[in-house]
C-alpha cells in the first residue's frame, strides 16, 4: 500500500490532481495510453502556471527530524 502526498495544490484539481483527472477522464488502467497523456498535459500545464506548493516548508522540518532515502 502507497501512501499519496500531497505536493501541489492546483485549482480545480486540488492536491492530489494526477488522481483526480484519471477519475474524471475514465483511466482504467496504464494502457489507456492516450487518456494517461490527456491526463499528463492538463496536469503539468495548470501544475506549472497555477499551482502552489505545499511541502517545500514542511520538508525542511521533517528533514531535520527523518531521514529520508530519494
Same mark, same amino acid.
Given at each position: 500500500m502507497y501512501v499519496k502526498i500531497a505536493i501541489i495544490d492546483i485549482p480545480g484539481y486540488g492536491d492530489l490532481a494526477a488522481k483526480t483527472?484519471?477519475? %474524471?477522464?475514465k483511466v482504467q488502467s496504464q494502457n489507456d495510453? %492516450?487518456?494517461?497523456? %490527456?491526463?499528463k498535459d492538463r496536469v /503539468?500545464?495548470? &501544475? @506549472? /502556471? %497555477? &499551482?502552489v506548493c505545499l511541502l517545500a516548508a514542511s520538508f525542511v522540518f521533517f528533514?531535520?527530524? /527523518?531521514? @529520508?532515502?530519494i
Open positions: 483527472v484519471c477519475e %474524471e477522464l495510453r %492516450e487518456k494517461l497523456a %490527456e491526463a /503539468y500545464l495548470k &501544475g @506549472f /502556471y %497555477e &499551482g528533514s531535520e527530524i /527523518y531521514t @529520508f532515502n
